[in-house]
């Protein structure tokens, strides 16, 4: 051999530790177990998991505070979470996140198109149920929970988009 | 060697790597399933998760039997 090629990969061949091939197939036979686990975890996961959580209690405001067609804008569950409650028809609001599934870009209402709309990349969300009705978002729009009381309107929790 | 003993060596090292190469194959399917299912959950879409693990743990159980069945020929030799 060159004694130069030698000199740069000093490979000692009676040292090397040599991977058999049944070795290579019980790896092998390992990795598929660990992906067996790994899809059935998944699988465990969106079985599991709820689409609805209760979260702390929050009064966004008194129901005669917006007008019909009209919206307002609050943060919910966490100070940064933007949230937009929208009166949708008389005594009948919706609340959805402003957070674009996309790239998270802030959603606007648009009372003339009955629709939430991100201009970062003219994505659109439907305001029956948040679902995807054009552009590049992957899921709906997490649903914000609202309870109307006598005092006012209060979010109580966040239900995820289902596709 | 005996001449039918070295033909039957040859044979099962054909069907050693034969096994083999399938068992790469299964492993990438279930790669696939894996990831298709992580970023259908991801996505929002939970319906690929329930039959991409059943297929998963069959390409496992597959392999078992393929792994099983080779140490059995071993021993036999």
Not at chain 1, 58 to 70: E, F, L, N, T, Y
Not at chain 1, 105 to 113: A, G, K, M, R, T
Not at chain 2, 12 to 31: E, Y
Request: include cysteine; aromatic fraction near 10%.
């Amino acid at each position: 051999m060159d004694d130069r090629l030698v000199e740069e990969f000093p490979v000692n061949w009676e040292d090397d530790d040599y991977v058999t091939r049944r070795e290579f197939f019980r790896f092998m036979t390992l990795a598929s177990g660990g992906l067996a686990v790994g899809s059935g975890a998944i699988a465990a996961w969106t079985t599991l998991s709820r689409s609805e959580r209760s979260l702390d209690e929050v009064k966004v405001a008194a129901a005669d505070q917006i007008p019909v067609g009209g919206s307002i804008a609050f943060e919910y569950p966490r100070k940064g979470d933007l949230c937009l409650l929208i009166h949708k028809e008389p005594g009948h609001f919706v609340a959805y996140s402003r957070r674009c599934t996309h790239l998270s870009c802030p959603v606007d209402y648009q009372p003339e198109l009955k629709r939430l709309y991100c201009h970062c990349h003219n994505g659109a969300f439907s305001l029956e149920d948040g679902r995807v009705l054009q552009g590049p978002p992957p899921r709906p729009l997490p649903r914000i929970l609202i309870q109307l009381r006598q005092d006012g309107i209060y979010a109580v929790g966040i239900a995820k988009g289902e596709v | 060697m005996n001449p039918l003993k070295s033909r039957r060596h040859a044979q099962q090292a054909i069907i050693f790597v034969a096994l083999l190469l399938f068992c790469l194959v299964l492993l990438t399917i279930q790669l696939w399933l894996f990831v298709g299912a992580l970023e259908a959950h991801l996505r929002g879409n939970n319906g690929m998760a329930i039959p991409g693990a059943i297929v998963s743990v069959g390409v496992f159980a597959l392999n078992v039997w393929m792994f099983l069945g080779i140490r059995r020929i071993e021993h036999q030799v």
